[in-house]
């Protein structure tokens, strides 16, 4: 198992969010999870990613056999666990491109693989932009500085196309985006999709998942997952929502 | 007050001292001198009670006993890391004095110069305060840059302005004229360097004239030794469809204070004061700014960041006069600090007087710590808190650095920013 959670807990500003998350995926893998607004999808990615904002009171993460809840944030992201922001930060000052290449060159050098020099940055930079049909001029610009709400989205999966991570959780890529835009970095997904690799998808829209078809569809609610099945499952939402899941989730607690 | 008393003293002994050598001058000159230091001592210095010196409390220069600093030659060696890359056109001033041998000038091109001229030869300041008193007591000459009209000085100069310490603190007194005939463009790097260790007190005053239609870029960069003590007064006038800009970086000092007074004085003249400060450990910087539009269609620009850690303080105070005359004023302002620790603090007050009623006049002030949100989403890439960290100071500090044309001096100055904050 690539990644295995349990019961995890999670309290921000003295608010207890995941309340005993159990989770499990494996390489090759890409789960799905969908839930009510509020109900902490964005949570779990920030406990996976180490935002210090949120402290882990209960459980634990394994991840490629290591204690995950050990590693700093940035250790974290050098063992290849990557998290598509749903809301992307805007750094003033700071040129995509450096940014990344620093990124990438921190990870390679974990990886104990040679630093890029700037050419070989920009080739391969210029390469992953194609993939994304990204505008190379958003290489020179801030990190997210202006960008609109779907190229913010598009640069992190180009991130994640750079960086080639592990374990990928993309909050809320597809929110945001237009169709072709949709269909563009699904497809830049894709590519990215491996044997050694596996991806967890958080979104509101069954749409996403047609073209990015998740293995495994969780329901997450009220902290914790209450519901795990298959494609169909995702189908299901849609047309009923989660209402009819709820019940069945507390009648499970209980 | 005894205090005052022992000041005075002290300042008194330096002034005798002056007074009996050929510096000093005679007639005019000499008189000039005479009823300066009469008011230095009849104003004495600035106490917290003065509204413009609240938060700067100048009593540990008023606690030491200065001598007017000598004559020195420093060490070829340290004077040549006092020089930028590429930029050939140098002016050496040691303790206030031109340094004819040590400079090199010969490859200026015709019409500008830089000459060391007597004191009573240049226009007088208005005395705005002790420090100005103070240093038109103690002034030898002044160094003044002449650029003719028209000519366009495509290399920049570099104003080096030397601090050697003595035995006793040394004050140090340089006078700085600039005159920047009509459509005239000047580059001007004025720096300020201690060679050696011991006490220094610069305490200069620069006087600039941009005529009508004049383009003046000035660097300061104040890099002096976290020991020393840095006032400095600029005046700067620019007439009718002028610009002047001003970078003003701020990196050293235990009290470091910049008294900056850019007055719009013909239509449409634009400035641009921007200004970056570090201070680390038990330093203070603060930065007095007055942008007077006194004509009509003047656009001013204003950027005021700075850098504090350790127990360091900082003042800002943006004051904008908009004259009755001055219709369609466009004046923006923006003043930002970062603090690096719990124990630094800043002062910051804008201030505007707006006497026009057509004008638009914009300001802004942002105090606060590293954007943790910006510090995660570095390190969730992979980049590691230190790193991060020096990522968002470089960003800072390089909004106002950006601005400085000369890479030589841009560079040197993001270096000592990373140098004090040991980043
Ligand atoms: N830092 C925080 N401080 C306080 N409350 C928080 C914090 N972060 C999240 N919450 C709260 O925890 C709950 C879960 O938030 P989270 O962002 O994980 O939801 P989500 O499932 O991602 O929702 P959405 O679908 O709207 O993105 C919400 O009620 C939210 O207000
Ligand atoms: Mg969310």
């Known amino acids: 198992m690539l990644l295995e959670i349990k019961d995890l807990r999670v309290r921000a500003e003295g608010k207890d969010i995941l309340k005993g998350l159990d989770l499990s995926v494996d390489a090759g893998q890409v789960h799905a999870i969908m839930g009510p607004n509020g109900s902490g999808k964005s949570t779990l990615a920030r406990a996976l990613s180490g935002h210090p904002g949120y402290e882990v009171t209960g459980g634990t993460i394994r991840y490629k056999g290591l204690d995950l809840l050990d590693l700093q944030p940035e250790e974290r992201a050098c063992e290849g666990v990557f998290m598509a922001f749903q809301y992307p930060v805007e750094i003033a000052g700071i040129n995509n491109a450096y940014f990344l290449k620093a990124a990438l060159n921190a990870v390679r050098k974990h990886r104990g693989e040679p630093e890029l020099d700037a050419v070989e940055f920009m080739r391969l930079a210029r390469d992953r932009a194609k993939l994304l049909e990204m505008d190379q001029t958003m290489l020179n610009r801030s990190v997210n500085e202006g960008f609109s709400g779907g190229e913010k989205k598009r640069n992190e999966i180009f991130q994640m196309a750079v960086l080639e991570p592990t374990l990928a959780i993309l909050d809320e890529t597809d929110s945001g985006l237009d169709i072709d835009a949709l269909r563009i970095v699904a497809s830049g997904v894709n590519a990215l999709r491996a044997p050694d690799r596996a991806i967890i998808v958080v979104t509101h829209y069954q749409r996403l998942l047609n073209y990015i078809v998740p293995d495994v569809v969780h329901v997450l609610s009220e902290g914790r997952i209450v519901r795990s099945g298959g494609r169909e499952l995702a189908l299901e939402l849609e047309e009923k929502g989660y209402g009819w899941i709820e019940p069945e989730a507390t009648g499970a607690r209980a | ?423």
Request: with cysteine; proline share 4%; hydrophobic share 45%.
């Open chain 2, 1 to 423: 007050m005894p205090q005052l008393a022992e000041q005075q003293d002290t300042y008194q002994a330096a002034f005798d001292a002056f007074r009996r050598e050929p510096a000093f001058g005679s007639g005019a000159e000499a008189d000039a001198r005479e009823v300066a230091f009469d008011r230095f001592l009849a104003r004495g210095y600035p106490t917290t009670r003065d509204e413009a010196w609240r938060h700067t409390n100048i009593a540990p220069i008023a606690a030491l006993s200065f001598e007017r600093a000598a004559a020195a030659v420093p060490d070829t060696a340290a004077l040549a890391a006092v020089a930028f890359d590429g930029v050939s056109h140098v002016a050496v001033i040691v303790n206030g004095r031109l340094s004819e041998k040590l400079s090199s000038l010969a490859g200026l091109p015709a019409g500008v110069s830089v000459t060391s001229a007597a004191v009573g030869a240049v226009p007088d300041v208005a005395d705005l305060n002790a420090f100005v008193d103070l240093n038109s007591a103690f002034v030898e000459h002044a160094i003044v840059v002449d650029v003719a009209p028209k000519v366009v000085v495509e290399a920049p100069l570099h104003l080096a302005f030397v601090a050697v310490p003595g035995r006793a603190p040394a004050l140090v007194s340089p006078r700085l004229v600039v005159r920047a005939g009509d459509g005239a463009q000047v580059t001007i790097i004025e720096s300020y360097t201690d060679l050696g260790s011991g006490v220094t007190f610069t305490n200069v005053v620069a006087d600039i004239h941009a005529a009508p239609g004049a383009f003046v870029d000035h660097v300061k960069l104040e890099r002096q030794s976290n020991e020393a003590f840095h006032l400095a007064t600029t005046i700067v006038r620019t007439g009718r469809g002028g610009t002047f800009r001003s970078h003003n970086v701020t990196l050293g000092g235990r009290i470091a204070r910049n008294d900056i007074i850019s007055v719009l004085e013909g239509e449409g003249a634009e400035c641009t004061l921007n200004g970056l400060y570090v201070a680390t450990g038990d330093t203070l910087v603060d930065n007095h700014t007055t942008i007077d539009h006194a004509k009509a269609h003047c656009p001013s620009h204003e950027v005021y960041k700075g850098i504090l850690s350790g127990r360091a303080r900082a003042v800002f105070n943006g004051k904008i006069i908009v004259r009755p005359d001055a219709q369609k004023t466009d004046a923006k302002q923006t003043n930002k600090a970062l603090l690096l620790t719990d124990d630094a603090q800043i002062n910051t007050k804008p201030q505007l007087e707006i006497f026009a009623d057509d004008v638009k006049c914009t300001h802004g002030a942002a105090i606060g710590q590293l954007d943790e949100d910006a510090l995660f989403y570095l390190q969730a890439r992979g980049i590691s808190l230190a790193a991060a960290r020096t990522m968002l100071i470089h960003a800072f500090a390089g909004d106002v650095l950006n601005g400085i044309r000369t890479a030589s001096v841009r560079d040197a100055a993001m270096r000592l920013v990373e140098t004090q904050l040991s980043i």
